[in-house]
């Protein structure tokens, strides 16, 4: 009922910018907390950026000063502006989305189906 769809990523020299947009859709009452993770190959997945509703944002401290997290409430849209990028940045990045839905008491989190992105040395 509820999904996630992301797109921008790609490939990148280093220190070049991406940015990832992820839109919501379904239905959808309201939304708390999106964000986006990020899982490199053998490694777990991990927290990048973090938006709640009222615009608070958290970062990993490995991505402070250079990747910038916003969210257009209206459209249930949240984007990461991606800057400065390193090779160690390379990796499938998830959209995710604290949501709840017509009709429903209960608030669930719902993912994307990542989008790859590489950056080259």
């Known amino acids: 009922q509820v999904q996630l769809v992301e797109s921008g990523g790609g490939l990148v020299q280093a220190g070049g910018s991406l940015r990832l947009s992820c839109a919501a859709s379904g239905s959808i009452l309201n939304i708390n907390a999106m964000g986006w993770y990020r899982q490199a190959p053998g490694k777990q997945r991990e927290l990048v950026a973090r938006?709640?509703?009222?615009?608070?944002?958290n970062y990993a401290d490995s991505v402070k000063g250079r990747f910038t997290i916003s969210r257009d409430n209206a459209k249930n849209m949240v984007s990461l502006q991606m800057n400065s990028l390193k090779p160690e940045d390379t990796a499938v990045y998830f959209c995710?989305?604290?949501?709840?839905?017509?009709?429903?008491?209960?608030?669930?989190?719902?993912w994307g189906q990542g989008t790859q992105v590489t950056v080259s040395s």
């Open positions: 938006i709640v509703s009222s615009g608070s944002t």
């Open positions: 995710n989305a604290n949501i709840l839905s017509h009709g429903s008491v209960r608030w669930f989190d719902s």
